[in-house]
């Protein structure tokens, strides 16, 4: 297959015969690797720890695996005030103003872990008991100060500071699906401003005795979802607040449904993820409108088709590969969203199995080592090249289901991530794969080609135990042209790889 020949190869883990029967007509995917999109947007190097109390049997050894795999983090979020924690290991208890001290030895192996496995921590600090109450407001200023200048003194990758965790949710939303009148919840969306300002003003003051490269940011407030009903009020607060210290580093909320006004219906994402494709667009409209930078960072600090302990199925097995194929999509469309950064959640989720990075509920418990299908699909894109290049599926989606594709290239090489997004549909593709304008010196010289597959069986322990680990599928010599072709088949919620790097 030397010159300018096209090379073609057909790879499925069906029969043809299945094939010939369950495929839908042929689809089309074009890549030209002769575009250049900018840095390749990295979700699988934004991630969760669960808090302290999700599986710490299992911690350290999840963090060698992931760095020895290739999957150590950017950022990682972190916990330390976690409502469903232990009260025993919430930092507003190992923080005392009279003595100036703080006692973090509970948390120490946990922001060690997390230390490992990133190059920077996301703190998220959820203040419960000053909202509530049932602490004075005026001690919640120093009460940060002292917590987040104890954090940064003894885990320096300490970074970021997130201010809440679903406040509207929390404070709120709860409430009202109890059948409690609006008026009578702990917070308003007008209210929560109030207690966001001693965050900033605790990490302006720590920021103070410490190098500009090591400062701290600060955002939030974490919502459960990108709601004008909290956002605005939110962001009216900051552009009318008038103290020159004021910061907002990174604003965050969480993806995974909207709710009525009530808080009684709730509408997920997994629908019609299609949903989310247009939050940067809004998101600058209403800082626009506010005279605030439109540059303004978005943190989606969690993500998922599975909010609470939702699922598609009884069996969960038939669900893992759907989280699998949907965060991909997901990471696709926040791909497409400047200044949008996607958080995966999580490495171990503490109950809800779906959300599993790493193979937890067996007969004989956590597994070691061992990737659910979602892991291996991080996997996979921590494997692709760092300057995203144009990739286009050619096939009409219905609603938000069908072909999705990712490309890239460096000076390593090539790749293309396709995918077959069909969440509980069973519609099958067969697509042509176009690669054009094959990067130069790809073109000159044997090349080694690897492919890639999770589906039904393929990296995913639990259609095959034994073909657990993230599956190469195809590997082989080739010798490219300008342009070079394939042909890929998808069963439902299928993700292929191609690698093309210099033997």
Not at 301 to 314: L, R
Request: hydrophobic residues 35%.
């Amino acid at each position: 297959m030397a010159g300018g020949a096209a090379a073609v190869l057909v790879i499925s883990s069906q029969s043809g015969a299945a094939l010939a029967r369950t495929s839908e007509p042929p689809a089309g995917v074009s890549v030209d690797f002769g575009s250049t999109k900018g840095p390749l947007p990295r979700p699988e190097a934004h991630n969760n720890f669960g808090s302290l109390n999700s599986w710490p049997q299992q911690r350290a050894d999840d963090v060698a695996f992931l760095n020895e795999q290739g999957l150590h983090g950017q950022i990682y979020r972190v916990w330390v005030s976690s409502p469903k924690a232990p009260a025993e290991s919430n930092v507003f208890n190992l923080c005392h103003l009279e003595t100036q001290s703080c006692d973090l030895s509970i948390l120490d192996d946990y922001l060690t872990d997390a230390s490992t496995v990133s190059d920077e921590l996301l703190v998220n600090v959820n203040p419960t008991v000053f909202v509530e109450g049932k602490r004075s407001w005026k001690d919640l200023a120093p009460m940060l100060e002292l917590i987040i200048r104890s954090l940064k003194e003894k885990y320096p990758r300490v970074t970021y500071i997130e201010a809440f965790n679903e406040p509207d949710w929390q404070f709120h939303g709860e409430q009202r699906h109890d059948g409690h009148p609006a008026e009578e919840t702990t917070l308003q969306p007008d209210g929560l401003y109030r207690y966001y300002a001693p965050f900033y003003e605790a990490v302006h003051k720590v920021n103070k005795g410490l190098r500009p490269a090591e400062r701290i940011k600060v955002g939030g407030p974490s919502l459960s979802l990108m709601d004008p009903k909290w956002v605005k009020p939110f962001l009216d607060a900051y552009a009318a607040d008038r103290n020159p210290r004021k910061r907002l580093d990174f604003l965050s909320y969480h993806s995974y449904l909207a709710w009525d006004d009530d808080y009684q219906v709730a509408k997920p994402y997994k629908d019609d993820l299609r949903v989310v494709a247009s939050q940067r667009k809004i998101l600058r409209g209403w800082l626009k409108e506010r005279r605030l930078d439109q540059h303004l960072p978005a943190f989606i600090t969690e993500t998922g088709i599975y909010p609470g302990p939702s699922f598609d199925d009884t069996d969960p097995r038939k669900d893992y590969i759907r989280q699998a194929a949907a965060m991909a999509t997901y990471g696709y469309l926040y791909a497409n969203q400047p200044g949008t950064r996607l958080f995966n959640w999580n490495v171990r989720h503490r109950v809800e199995e779906r959300k599993d990075q790493l193979v937890t509920r067996t007969p004989d418990g956590p597994l070691k080592d061992t990737f659910t299908p979602y892991g291996n699909m991080m996997l996979m894109q921590s494997k692709m090249k760092d300057t995203r290049v144009s990739a286009v599926a050619e096939a009409a989606l219905e609603g938000d289901n069908g072909l999705y594709a990712m490309a890239s290239k460096d000076r390593s090489g090539a790749s293309l991530m396709v995918w077959n997004w069909q969440h509980v549909g069973d519609r099958s593709h067969r697509a042509t794969v176009t690669m054009s304008r094959i990067p130069s010196r790809l073109r000159h010289g044997p090349v080694r080609e690897r492919v890639y597959r999770i589906d039904r069986t393929a990296s995913n322990y639990f259609g095959d135990p034994a073909k657990a680990s993230l599956q190469l599928v195809k590997e082989r010599i080739v010798r490219l042209g300008r342009t070079y072709t394939e042909t890929v088949d998808l069963p439902p919620n299928a993700i292929h790889l191609i690698l093309l790097e210099r033997a």
